[in-house]
């Protein structure tokens, strides 16, 4: 007899489950830990493979991973588009295949947007309860796509900061933004406006060049760059990346796609996951950057909590 059919969970069942980002954190920072334990943590995760489609300007990532601590086996397969010829597909795309590990078959088929957005703003979170500087006051948000939802959701739940700013390319996109948040949020007319003065700044644009500069910087200041995700785009200019102490999801994963850390040759402190254990310190009375590029046990863990919830009928 064969195995039964996987289920699919869509993006509506997936929200049901995962309705606030905040319920990873205790797996995420474990899976971190684990990451950056090497064979002793028991994650197995090579570094994505990425396809371009050079016609179309995109790109298909895919992320597969096991972590033994959890038993779980998935991979998640991404497309992120450069250039969107249709504003009503969102850029980034993504679906989390989820195999039963002691013998290979495929359980669920699981929507991976929302994953996608909420474990990386909850990753996030998580290197800025670490590295901000104590009584952080100001938040600066650059972009206002999907993961601008997400991480102001998360932060705004987290931490209480008396400003939050928005700075957008396209005005309005800010604009509808701040109005369709739960809260209070000043749209800045320049990058430069909204980042001065900030004590965290989260960077979450599709820019290919740098849209934040080291000398906008507040000494101290911790900086979440989670865009520029291939070895030739920017959202950090070099002065900021050399000056800062640099910490990064996996320390393979950025010196091969991170643009901002292979091009500024910045020098790597520490993978969030060290300091996470504590093998490395976490230094925030410096000015901090984590170069955040999206781990696939991130996937991992969020699809089994989505799918532990989904089969107890929760
Ligand atoms: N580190 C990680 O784990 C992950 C990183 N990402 C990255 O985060 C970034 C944001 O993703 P989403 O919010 O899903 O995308 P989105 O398409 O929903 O939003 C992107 C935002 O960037 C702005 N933008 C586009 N081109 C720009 C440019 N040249 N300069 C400045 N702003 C520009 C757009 O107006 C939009 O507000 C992307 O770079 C994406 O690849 C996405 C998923 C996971
Ligand atoms: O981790 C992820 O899913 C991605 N990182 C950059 C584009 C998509």
């Known amino acids: 007899m064969g195995s039964a059919p996987p289920v699919f969970i869509g993006a509506e069942e997936v929200e049901k489950h995962l309705h606030r980002a905040s319920l990873l954190l205790p797996a995420l920072e474990a899976a971190l830990g684990n990451f950056s334990s090497g064979a002793a943590g028991g994650v197995a995760q090579p570094v994505r493979t990425v396809v371009p489609v050079h016609r179309h300007g995109g790109f298909l990532g895919v992320m597969p991973a ?19 010829k249709d504003s009503s597909v969102p850029s980034h795309q993504a679906t989390v295949l989820l195999f039963d590990p002691r013998n290979g078959s495929l359980k669920a088929v699981l929507d991976g947007s929302v994953i996608t957005a909420k474990r990386t703003a909850a990753v996030s979170a998580i290197a800025t309860k670490l590295l901000m500087p104590p009584f952080a006051e100001v938040l600066c948000i650059l972009g206002a796509g999907v993961q601008a939802y997400s991480h102001y959701d998360i932060f705004t739940e987290l931490f209480t900061f008396k400003e939050v700013r928005i700075w957008n390319r396209t005005k309005e996109k800010a604009v ?99 300091v996470v254990k504590g093998t490395k310190p976490a230094l925030p009375e410096k000015t901090t950057v984590f170069k955040s590029l999206g781990m696939a046990v991130e996937d991992t863990v969020a699809a089994k909590f989505v799918y532990d919830s989904w089969s107890a009928g929760n």
């Open 66 to 84: 096991y972590s033994a601590a959890d038993d779980a086996l998935t991979t998640k397969l991404v497309t992120f588009y450069e250039h969107k």
């Open 176 to 274: 509808k933004f701040a109005n369709s948040v739960n809260g209070p949020v000043q749209v800045c007319s320049s990058a430069q406006e909204a980042v001065t003065g900030a004590d965290v700044v989260v960077t979450v644009t599709m820019a290919t060049t740098p849209i934040l500069f080291g000398d906008w910087i507040k000494p101290g200041a911790h900086i979440n760059a989670v865009g520029a995700s291939r070895p030739d785009w920017r959202e950090l200019d070099d002065e900021l990346m050399k000056n800062s102490v640099l910490f990064v999801d996996s320390r393979d994963a950025a010196l091969t796609e991170s643009g901002d850390v292979i091009l500024s040759g910045a020098e790597i402190f520490a993978e969030l996951g060290e």
